[in-house]
């Protein structure tokens, strides 16, 4: 006699661990833990798994947010799977499994917190907004390539006592400069041949930013972003590229209900370690999204000179801090008004210090 098992009604828990070759995955039931594996990394594979071992049950699947992306969460939706995309740091983690690391342990440790549901999904934004992020991020990228190339320049002619002109500014790396670097001998051959490659390539690295440019603010103009970025541009420090940095990166605002939420997804908030009576503060904290948080306080500068009310704000909280930290509090004050002009969709005022 032939009997179909029915886990209809019944949940099952699947923690995975991502790596390139393989995906660790842990299946918990309701009760126990059902095993514990390796596959092959492709979502078919575990969803035909799940399908012949647990009929008509309801997969409830975790993994870890990271150089994956959400293709697997994509897929599994797809397939009607749920899904969640967790912070790596917000996983609760025994002492001893932050002392003894492994994939096993990690797929566990996943599949267990998914059951207790102690988990909670980050953001997951649509196909489009991801592009239009990696257009945004592969600029910086490049940026940031071409300036370790020019200090690279820089620290071959220092290791040679090449003197760069007075004449010449080489801040921003004008033609007047770049001629001269070409103009440049050295004795021998294999030194002209390392200067040349050097400046091969920041010339490479700086035709592939003009180009990204300019394809960020065609991208700026189309209608999902320019009623946004038009807005933005009036805030002192604000530029296309940095308000499409902005948009690209938050994508929506509805994420958060508050500043203080905003702030805290950013990086502006102070950390803080306190037992008891005891407060100790540890200034900014860690957790942060890199590229807003320097975007920012870059703007913070620029915002600083140009708008009358954060100029005399950091007036103020310079005669009692380091600069440095003085510019964390204006690069809040500025995300304020970020945040105030996309919620009410108006330009910004240049306030008038009386």
């Given at each position: 006699m032939h009997t179909t098992t029915d886990f209809a009604n019944h949940h099952i828990y699947v923690g995975i661990d991502l790596s390139k070759t393989s995906w660790k995955v842990c299946i918990l039931t309701e009760l126990v833990e059902h095993k514990t594996f390796t596959q092959p990394p492709s979502v078919q594979v575990l969803v035909h798994y799940l399908k012949r071992n647990f009929p008509n049950a309801h997969y409830h699947c975790v993994y870890e947010a990271g150089r994956w992306g959400f293709w697997i969460y994509t897929q599994l939706a797809q397939l009607g799977i749920d899904c969640l995309v967790v912070n790596p740091a917000d996983v609760p983690t025994t002492d001893k499994e932050a002392n003894h690391k492994t994939d096993r342990i990690d797929a566990r440790k996943l599949a267990r917190s998914l059951r207790s549901?102690?988990?909670?999904?980050?953001?997951?934004?649509?196909?489009?907004?991801?592009?239009?992020?990696?257009l945004v991020r592969t600029r910086q990228f490049l940026v940031n390539k071409q300036t370790r190339c020019k200090n690279q320049i820089k620290a071959l002619l220092s290791f040679y006592g090449i003197l760069i002109p007075e004449s010449l500014n080489d801040y921003n790396w004008t033609r007047r400069f770049i001629t001269w670097?070409?103009?440049?001998s050295f004795e021998h051959d294999s030194g002209n041949q390392s200067l040349r490659t050097?400046?091969?390539?920041?010339?490479?690295?700086?035709?592939?930013?003009?180009?990204?440019?300019?394809?960020i603010r065609t991208l700026a103009h189309e209608e999902r972003y320019w009623r946004h970025v038009r807005n933005l541009i009036t805030i002192p420090g604000i530029s296309i590229l940095t308000a499409m940095t902005f948009l690209t990166e938050l994508v929506t605002l509805d994420r958060f209900k508050t500043l203080d939420q905003l702030a805290s997804y950013v990086g502006l908030i102070p950390g803080e370690h306190s037992s008891g009576d005891r407060v100790i503060t540890t200034g900014i904290t860690r957790r942060q999204n890199t590229i807003l948080r320097s975007s920012l306080i870059e703007s913070g500068w620029i915002a600083a000179r140009k708008d009358p009310a954060l100029l005399l704000a950091f007036t103020k909280l310079a005669k009692r801090m380091p600069k440095n930290q003085a510019i964390i509090r204006i690069a809040r004050k500025l995300l304020n008004r970020i945040r105030y002009v996309l919620i009410h969709q108006q330009p910004y005022v240049v306030a008038v210090v009386q």
């Open positions: 549901c102690d988990l909670k999904s980050i953001y997951i934004p649509s196909r489009t907004a991801l592009e239009d992020r990696s670097l070409e103009s440049i050097l400046l091969d390539e920041l010339l490479h690295l700086r035709q592939g930013i003009l180009q990204l440019t300019n394809s």
